[in-house]
């Protein structure tokens, strides 16, 4: 049984926004250092500025992807084994034993009300596996639903 959190569309549009303020941010933070200091002994050179803000963006890039695609979309569920899947190409489909499942939980990502939710899968080695958050997803459903077939 294939269970689905969020598409791929949505979490490259997540992405996508986020580095798109991120660039921003780091632009207007650049030029911002860079005219403050100038004319004083601190002063840095233009050049230097651009360097320092593409490290920064690359460096904000790296943490966003990890944390955008670092959480499965998926679940292709059987008697047998999990295996979970992800939007980003760097991480690749997990199989997961149901033998290596301790629990699979239920939770709301933020405070206040509780607009989302995602599953996150305990292993008995200590390993969490967390999913996507979904808005428009029943997640104790789908944590029944899993634990009904893994004979739970």
């Known amino acids: 049984m294939l269970l689905t959190f969020v598409n791929e569309a949505e979490m490259l549009h997540a992405f996508q926004m986020s580095m798109f303020w991120g660039a921003l941010v780091v632009v207007i933070t650049t ?6 200091l100038e ?18 963006y690359l460096l904000f890039g790296i943490l966003t992807y990890k944390e955008q695609y670092g959480s499965f979309t998926e679940a292709d569920v059987s008697a047998q084994r999990i295996t979970l899947r992800y939007a980003g190409s760097h ?15 239920v939770d709301h990502p933020g405070k206040g009300v509780a607009k989302q939710c995602y599953l996150s899968i ?31």
């Open 31 to 36: 030029v911002l250092m860079t005219a403050s």
């Open 39 to 56: 004319g004083t002994k601190s002063e840095i050179r233009n050049s230097t500025a651009v360097i320092l803000g593409c490290l920064f």
């Open 91 to 105: 991480f690749l489909p997990l199989n997961i034993e149901a033998g290596q499942i301790e629990a699979i939980e």
């Open 122 to 152: 305990k292993l008995m080695s200590g390993e969490s596996h967390r999913s996507a958050p979904a808005s428009n997803v029943d997640c104790e459903g789908f944590r029944k639903q899993i634990e009904m077939l893994l004979g739970r």
